[in-house]
């Protein structure tokens, strides 16, 4: 053999040629504990495990006080829960995540789904605002069960009383409003030893961080909003209005769809259903949608019906289903797949809210408009003035004290970096509450997504668009050079157009959520 032979017969043994395999890969390097790391930082907090959730997350909490007049007297305790930075270096400026509802306690949310990718460079601090969650929670047990005869309301007057009457023996529920939160806040975060922190809301959560920000502008670094709530008008006075633009909107793009089209006009089949429930309810009998061994009776009214109607409309993955369930009241006769996802709809929102929350805020904080200019624009609407005369009925029973907008005389205008998105379809925050909202937040930069509704993460590619966008906003700490060009190709998924879409829409989707 030559020299050359030998040579190449040597590479080849070291390189594992002579028996045709590779060598074996060398073992990857054990991921870094990200929890005992976040702990070195944060004494405060202790490890802990929030299935299912499989990180190590940390959890502790903070006495404050309930009325920050008084220090001396009651406190409460904030839950928090801190979902640590994959950075063995992260910024001293962490995401704080300022939950909708109101009402939704934001440690429910403490899974990495929401906040995977490149914006887990920094850590994400969930608090559960007094009322909501661990912190206080100013539950009330209206959750009405389903029976013939029963006439269901968002705010019975009996309940709403004697839960009123019950909470107030140990807290008092006028004290649990945005601005305490807002201060509540603030402590965490010099609790924690944080500078300037970047805020995240969705709905309620831009009302709650717009008022964060008016109480400490110093302790805001930038400010992410999904769905923002207006500083100049209230989400309650106009619903009926943007519910109608909507429905109109989801009419049109089914119109697009042959399948979905040959169903019926959206709108139109929407008002005729309702326009058989005028002269009283109707009595449907169906298995229950999460229970089927159990049989629902249910006298559909016209006022519970059109309520979850309107928060169908909320999103997509739950509106592309109306279509088929409206075709099916209406042309078979069948009204069994249309209260089934009303039921589904109304334990969602009802099973993930405090709502003794709900009516402090509202009541509080949103109901300073002309009542009767509202009720007179409601009354033409498809669903009516219903939910608004629900919360009139309920506020005229609950302790709450009157506060001006944004709970500050004066509200300053700010130069806060500021990144707005909004659904063009949404029918609670629609695009022109964030463009009042840019009134006082002018360094800002306001997407609007054509096919959108109350929130983007139901949209084919939003999740890895989305987080692109606000981890790019973090580092820049601006809204100037930001590519948001794949904000313009999100689309909604189709309709559901049959059957067998629709029973597994129902099992796989809806009743899940719900639970």
């Given at each position: 053999m030559t020299v050359r032979g030998l040579l190449l017969r040597a590479s080849l043994l070291v390189l594992g040629g002579c028996t045709g395999r590779r060598p074996p890969e060398p073992e990857p390097p054990p991921a870094p504990d990200w929890a005992a790391l976040a702990h070195r930082r944060l004494p405060m907090l202790e490890p802990c495990e929030r299935p299912p959730v499989e990180e190590t997350l940390l959890c502790g909490s903070l006495e404050v006080p309930e009325d920050r007049d008084r220090p001396e007297g009651r406190s409460i305790r904030l839950e928090i829960v801190v979902v640590p930075a994959q950075s063995e270096a992260p910024p001293h400026d962490p995401v704080f995540i300022f939950e909708g509802g109101p009402g939704g306690a934001a440690t429910r949310r403490a899974g990495g789904g929401v906040y995977a990718g490149p914006v887990r460079a920094r850590d994400i601090v969930l608090v559960d605002q007094r009322g909501t969650g661990g912190s206080n929670p100013l539950d009330c047990e209206w959750r009405q069960e389903f029976s013939p005869g029963e006439r269901r309301e968002i705010f019975p007057v009996e309940l709403v009383r004697s839960c009123a009457a019950e909470l107030s023996a140990r807290l008092d529920p006028s004290l649990y409003t945005t601005d305490h939160f807002a201060d509540d806040v603030e402590r965490v975060r010099r609790h924690l030893g944080y500078g300037p922190i970047n805020v995240r809301g969705g709905s309620y959560g831009t009302w709650s961080a717009m008022v964060f920000a008016q109480r400490y502008p110093q302790s805001v670094r930038t400010l992410f909003g999904i769905g923002f709530n207006s500083p100049l008008v209230s989400n309650l006075s106009k619903r009926g209005v943007w519910t109608d633009r909507t429905l109109a909107g989801l009419a049109a793009l089914c119109a697009t769809q042959p399948e979905c089209a040959a169903l019926g006009p959206l709108d139109g089949m929407?008002?005729?259903?309702?326009?058989?429930?005028?002269?009283?309810?109707?009595?449907?009998?169906?298995?229950?949608?999460?229970?089927?061994?159990?049989?629902?009776?249910?006298?559909?009214?016209?006022?519970?019906?059109?309520?979850?109607?309107?928060?169908?409309?909320?999103?997509?993955?739950?509106?592309?289903?109306?279509?088929?369930?409206?075709?099916?009241?209406?042309?078979?006769?069948?009204?069994?797949?249309?209260?089934?996802?009303?039921?589904?709809?109304?334990?969602?929102?009802?099973?993930?809210?405090?709502?003794?929350?709900?009516?402090?805020?509202?009541c509080s904080e949103m109901m300073a408009f002309d009542v009767e200019a509202a009720l007179a624009r409601g009354a033409p609407t498809l669903v009516g003035?219903?939910?608004?005369?629900?919360?009139?009925?309920?506020?005229?029973?609950?302790?709450?004290?009157?506060?001006?907008?944004?709970?500050?005389?004066?509200?300053?205008?700010?130069?806060?970096?500021?990144?707005?998105?909004?659904?063009?379809?949404?029918?609670?925050?629609?695009?022109?509450?964030?463009?009042?909202?840019?009134?006082?937040?002018?360094?800002?930069l306001h997407l609007v997504l054509s096919e959108g509704q109350h929130g983007p993460f139901d949209l084919e590619g939003a999740w890895p668009c989305v987080h692109r966008i606000w981890a790019d906003f973090l580092d820049?700490?601006?809204?100037?050079?930001?590519?948001?060009?794949?904000?313009?190709t999100l689309t909604r998924p189709p309709f559901l157009v049959d059957e067998e879409g629709f029973g597994a829409y129902l099992r796989d989707t809806l009743v899940p959520a719900a639970d």
């Open positions: 929407a008002r005729e259903v309702l326009a058989e429930l005028a002269d009283g309810p109707r009595r449907v009998s169906l298995p229950d949608p999460a229970r089927p061994d159990e049989t629902l009776v249910i006298d559909v009214g016209r006022e519970w019906l059109t309520e979850n109607l309107r928060l169908i409309l909320y999103y997509a993955f739950t509106s592309r289903a109306l279509p088929w369930a409206l075709h099916r009241a209406r042309a078979a006769d069948d009204w069994r797949p249309l209260v089934a996802m009303a039921v589904l709809i109304e334990r969602m929102f009802r099973g993930s809210l405090a709502y003794g929350l709900v009516l402090t805020v509202q003035n219903y939910r608004l005369e629900q919360q009139l009925q309920g506020c005229a029973n609950w302790p709450h004290q009157r506060l001006p907008t944004l709970t500050v005389e004066t509200p300053r205008v700010l130069s806060i970096p500021t990144l707005m998105l909004s659904g063009a379809l949404d029918p609670v925050t629609p695009p022109e509450y964030a463009e009042d909202a840019r009134t006082l937040f002018p360094d800002s820049r700490g601006s809204v100037e050079g930001l590519d948001v060009e794949c904000a313009a």
